[in-house]
């Protein structure tokens, strides 16, 4: 375990990370996609003609039918440039910004936000339906009072990936990358996540205190409501 990953507590200093995707969600896009592409731009337009070849009036209807659906194999292609990709952010004291980019396989997409807009940290349960696959987000707010939200995800997601798999370790990565990236910001951190029963060795890996201040319970739950009624009345 890099133990610089998990370290908090740092000043707020350039900084940049990457998630990329793995080598098998690679392959399973490219299958996919590419499977689907064969069967309408290929296999469904063949199985057409030679099924009505002895009904000309069909198949010339069906020629001219051809023109629309031919944006089905389009509209597959298009979606296999963003089968999977790359993400990264970008944080700029500098120039006072946080930069957010996916580079997917032939487009990139760029995102700026002031770092002086920044409110908290959220931070939910992974395990949660109603969240999905997005529960962990730098909530900002900008001077018009509009809110904006960035996705740090990705990062538990690879956090989770160096230790033992198990549905508390994936809570605690969630909190750490939350924590990390507060630290990093200079702001607080609202956690939704329930740690109901830590294993042992998690206890004795990242201490009873840490285990025990997370733990959702009365006192982090008054924590998480200072912070959003705080972002509120600012």
Request: no cysteine; proline share 5%.
């Amino acid at each position: 375990m890099d133990e610089k990953f998990w370290k908090i507590g740092i000043d707020l200093i350039e900084h940049q990370e990457t998630a990329h995707p793995t080598k098998v969600e690679r392959i399973a896009a490219d299958l996919l996609f590419n499977a689907l592409f064969s069967i309408t731009a290929v296999v469904v337009p063949i199985l057409f003609i030679y099924s009505f070849l002895d009904e000309p009036r069909i198949l010339v209807s069906g020629l001219f039918l051809g023109i629309p659906y031919a944006l089905i194999p389009l509209g597959v292609y298009y979606l296999s440039m963003y089968s999977y990709s790359a993400y990264s952010i970008h944080i700029d004291p500098a120039n006072n910004t946080i930069q957010k980019k996916r580079s997917f396989k032939k487009k990139e997409i760029i995102n700026i936000f002031p770092l002086d807009e920044v409110k908290f940290v959220k931070v939910f349960d992974p395990f949660d339906d109603e969240v999905a696959n997005d529960y962990i987000k730098i909530i900002g707010k900008n001077s018009q009072g509009v809110k904006w939200s960035l996705d740090i995800t990705p990062f538990a997601k690879e956090l989770y990936s160096q230790g033992k798999p198990s549905s508390d370790r994936r809570r605690i990565a969630a909190i750490k990358t939350a924590e990390r990236y507060a630290d990093l910001l200079g702001v607080e951190v609202a956690s939704w996540v329930k740690l109901w029963h830590p294993k042992r060795e998690l206890r004795e890996e990242f201490s009873n205190d840490w285990v025990n201040h997370w733990t959702m319970g009365d006192t982090l739950k008054e924590r998480n409501q200072r912070v959003i009624s705080e972002e509120k009345e600012n």
